[in-house]
């Protein structure tokens, strides 16, 4: 059975900045991309970023994040991070791991509350 | 980045009627790349469709997706208590990929 564990959320000051971790079981970790998604309070979804199976040469990045959020993996401890600098009140949302199929999302983790507040 | 629209905002309805949820895109969205997902109250969503039509792995088939261009449609064909939850479609054609605010399946 496939399982994401999303953890690391908590609060934030503006301008600071946290890392989220996914581990992941029951499938192969090193073959799948991997992305992020959150939602914010009363708001829509909205994808974040995204990363390339294997090594994770390749990654991308939504506008609203470029620049300030980094995601990696560690195939070895099949695990996702997503490292956030630079956190804006807007960052705050659940950040949810999820398993990318060339764009669409077969596997969600239960996510991670991240709050950026003063 | 394409904007997708979803109507109706609430649909009531009761169980055993078939619902018919809309997802419109401000652009055509390339090789029918459209999934929709549900979402229920404290939890994560799940993967229903994706291919504008085919059904993910366990999903009944009481759920069915079709269109393609700019609209898009889910149909459950016969409700089931279950069913009623948020149901959002996402497009994967063009970056960045951007979902729809949602579509609230409520019992009437």
């Known amino acids: 059975e496939v399982q994401l564990l999303d953890s690391g959320g908590g609060l934030v000051q503006p301008g600071g900045s946290l890392r989220v971790s996914c581990a992941a079981s029951?499938?192969?970790?090193?073959?799948?991309?991997m992305s992020w998604v959150r939602q914010a309070p009363g708001r829509g979804l909205e994808w974040v970023s995204a990363?390339?199976?294997?090594?994770?040469?390749?990654?991308y990045y939504a506008d609203s994040v470029k620049g300030r959020f980094t995601i990696s993996r560690d195939n070895s401890k099949n695990t996702l991070f997503l490292q956030m600098h630079s956190l804006r009140v807007e960052d705050t949302a659940v950040y949810y791991c999820?398993?990318?199929?060339?764009?669409?999302?077969?596997?969600w983790g239960r996510g991670a509350l991240v709050t950026v507040s003063s | 980045e394409i904007v997708l629209t979803q109507s109706p905002g609430t649909l009531s309805l009761s169980p055993g009627e078939r619902a018919t949820l809309s997802c419109r895109a401000s652009?055509?969205?390339?090789?029918?790349?459209l999934a929709w997902y549900q979402r229920k109250p404290g939890q994560a969503p799940r993967l229903l469709i994706f291919?504008?039509?085919l059904r993910a792995t366990g999903i009944p088939d009481r759920f069915s997706g079709s269109g393609s261009g700019t609209d898009f449609t889910l149909t459950i064909s016969r409700l089931e208590p279950e069913d009623f939850a948020e149901y959002y479609c996402?497009?994967?054609?063009?970056?960045?990929?951007?979902f729809g605010q949602g579509t609230k399946v409520e019992i009437k």
């Open positions: 999820v398993t990318d199929r060339g764009g669409y999302f077969d596997h």
């Open positions: 029951g499938f192969h970790f090193i073959t799948y991309a």
């Open positions: 990363i390339s199976v294997n090594s994770g040469s390749s990654t």
């Open positions: 652009q055509s969205v390339s090789s029918r790349y």
């Open positions: 291919g504008a039509s």
């Open positions: 996402q497009q994967y054609g063009s970056s960045p990929w951007t």
